[in-house]
């Protein structure tokens, strides 16, 4: 009993597996994959999200944050944004990216963001589709 108790608390879970590899596969897609619980943290997300996404910026837009609220992402910061010109295209681009996504972060150098792993890797590549249409904002 001993050995198969230790040996059970050993084997990954089929969830742990199931985000195991959605994690590989993102790597392979080319993000990076940081946890939210040590270091400096920007997220204002304060729910059991424990890892964040990280992709290259290669886009015009290099300082923005959105915060989902109920079904749509939200500009956080900063509020300058919110009057600029191109802002009803950058709103309208928001709303169509997948619901999975809690929350994005632009800076000068990456793209950053919250979303539900469990959703699976099929989720993940319509959220980096719908982030690559930021490249012609």
Not at 2 to 23: C, D, E, H, N, Y
Not at 63 to 89: E, G, T
Request: overall charge positive.
């Amino acid at each position: 009993m001993v050995l198969i108790g230790s040996v059970s608390i050993a084997m990954p879970s089929k969830s742990a597996r199931k985000v195991s590899k959605v994690r590989m596969e993102a790597k392979k897609l080319g993000c990076k994959i940081s946890s939210t619980l040590y270091g400096e943290n920007k997220f204002k997300n304060k729910t059991s999200i424990e890892v964040s996404y990280q992709i290259i910026n290669e886009t015009n837009l290099e300082d923005a944050h959105f915060i989902r609220d109920k079904d749509k992402l939200i500009l956080y910061s900063p509020v300058k944004l919110k009057y600029s010109d191109s802002f009803d295209s950058l709103n309208a681009i928001l709303n169509e990216i997948s619901e999975s996504i809690d929350e994005i972060i632009f800076t000068r150098t990456s793209i950053s963001f919250l979303w539900k792993e469990k959703n699976g890797i099929e989720e993940l590549k319509l959220v980096l589709a719908g982030l690559n249409k930021f490249n012609f904002f």
